[in-house]
């Protein structure tokens, strides 16, 4: 049977109608509403246009934000007006489907893990590189969410002692440092530099500001001030590797999130790094790095198979 995935971005919902094996069959998107209660409507709507006509398993959403360990209540998200919204029964009341919500990385993980980058192993973990950092673990095949549901978020490991100040409230999350914002930082402090960053400065001058696009394009023409802001992106989030290895010992790291388009560019100094500071380095067994495979559809996919192993489990 097939499930409904519901990716709720900050600026669109896209949904799907998913197979068994993580292949969209139809899909749809709508702009995201400010207003919560709106938006409510927006996913109501897009449930019912995508299950019209055949029965469906579940329907899985996915949000930005803490969701409890039960998958129902967002505690907290940063890009909606929701504090302990009970998403998951309040959508229920009105779709008459089984729901569960889950946070937009863990989903985005476990479609990497299911039927992207990460199908071939049993212990992965994704960092999902956009704006902020996203993460998802994986161990011996299970999601892993921790005891209250909010963990796995990997950009707020402290980093750097006393480093910069985080939206979280902290000092020194790795957010502050492996981010496309990170890199966007990186690339003004080079182009204030002169010498290699002529050509960041330059784009600077003509559009008043550096942009996530601008960069990439720099990057991708192998400017050199461009890959060294992108190198230094890649040696932090190197560093937080080789921590996130120590604790977990996965066999594989995806990246994912916009970042990632540049591929071994991104991955060549985040495997440096990562050997540089793997503790017991030569005696401890090297997971590989690997760029996400399912990009833009990660969100919907696995939140939909997300939906179906709960009803498998709970059934
Ligand atoms: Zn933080």
Wanted: net charge negative.
């Amino acid at each position: 049977m097939h499930a409904i995935g519901i990716d709720i971005g900050g600026t669109k919902i896209a949904g799907a109608v998913v197979d068994e094996l993580g292949a969209i069959v139809r899909s749809e998107r709508v702009p995201t509403p400010g207003d919560p209660a709106l938006l409510e409507d927006a996913v109501v709507e897009m449930i019912r246009s995508l299950s019209a006509g055949e029965p469906t398993a579940a329907v899985g959403v996915a949000a930005a934000g803490f969701i409890d360990a039960a998958q129902s209540i967002v505690y907290y998200a940063p890009n909606i007006r929701w504090r302990n919204e009970p998403f998951r029964e309040k959508l229920e009341a009105r779709v008459g489907t089984t729901v569960v919500v889950d946070n937009d990385a863990n989903a985005a993980g476990w479609a990497e893990f299911r039927f992207g980058a990460g199908r071939l192993v049993s212990d992965m973990v994704m960092l999902t590189i956009g704006t902020g950092v996203g993460g998802a673990i994986v161990a011996g095949d299970r999601l892993f969410r921790g005891g209250f549901g909010a963990g796995a978020e990997l950009g707020h490991m402290r980093l750097v002692p006393n480093g910069i100040a985080c939206g979280c409230g902290q000092h020194g999350c790795l957010e502050q440092y492996g981010s496309g914002r990170a890199l966007l930082r990186m690339a003004g402090e080079i182009a204030d530099a002169g010498g290699i960053g002529q050509a960041l400065a330059r784009t600077r001058d003509e559009h008043g500001a550096l942009d996530g696009r601008r960069v990439g394009n720099l990057i991708a023409a192998e400017d050199p001030g461009a890959t060294a802001a992108l190198r230094q992106l890649g040696h932090w989030l190197g560093e937080a590797s080789a921590s996130l290895a120590a604790v977990l010992d996965p066999q594989r790291f995806v990246f994912g999130g916009g970042v990632a388009v540049a591929g071994d560019l991104l991955l060549d100094p985040i495997r440096e790094a990562f050997l540089e500071h793997l503790p017991a380095r030569g005696y401890h067994p090297e997971p590989d790095f690997v760029i996400a495979e399912l990009v833009n559809d990660a969100g919907v996919v696995g939140a939909a198979d997300l939906a179906r192993v709960w009803v498998a489990e709970h059934a």
